[in-house]
């Protein structure tokens, strides 16, 4: 297990990448935010400044993974996204299989009962937290 301390996650997008934290025992995901992208070395540095905000222990990035398990498209922009950032901090950042992490974001919207009216919008920060709940929940024994 990980040193105790909060988790960033990161959920890499085109247009936004949603952030989510950890309490600081790694049991609970919780929306941070959502940073606009801008390029790759500013999307670093704004991550890289959250994270220590937080006091993060370590960042995990959302990649996307074909059916083969290989990173797709958009997991190779995660991988490149992930480096930078740890360019930028000596917090350790690794990569997290995200696959379907939208797609559950939008059906936790519907299983909550949101209406469908406000159903629609962003989906980045949950799915960030999608993405780090499943990461903490890969920490507990079975």
């Known amino acids: 297990m990980n040193e105790p301390g909060r988790i960033l996650a990161v959920d890499p997008g085109d247009k936004r990448i949603g952030l989510a934290v950890s309490d600081p025992t790694q049991t609970i995901a919780s929306p ?26 370590l960042i ?14 958009q997991g190779r922009k995660s991988a490149r996204l992930a480096e930078a950032i740890q360019q930028q901090t000596a ?39 999608v993405i780090l709940q499943s990461y903490l929940n890969a920490l507990r024994p079975t």
Request: charged share 25%.
């Open 91 to 129: 917090i350790p950042v690794m990569l997290w299989d995200e696959s379907g992490s939208t797609a559950e974001a939008r059906n936790s919207r519907l299983m909550m009962g949101v209406p469908r009216s406000k159903r629609g919008g962003h989906f980045d920060e949950i799915a960030a937290v």
């Open 32 to 57: 941070l935010g959502v940073v606009l992208h801008v390029s790759r070395v500013l999307d670093a540095a704004q991550i890289a400044e959250k994270a220590a905000e937080q006091g993060a222990v």
């Open 60 to 73: 995990v990035v959302g990649q996307a993974l074909d059916e083969d398990g290989l990173p797709s498209p």
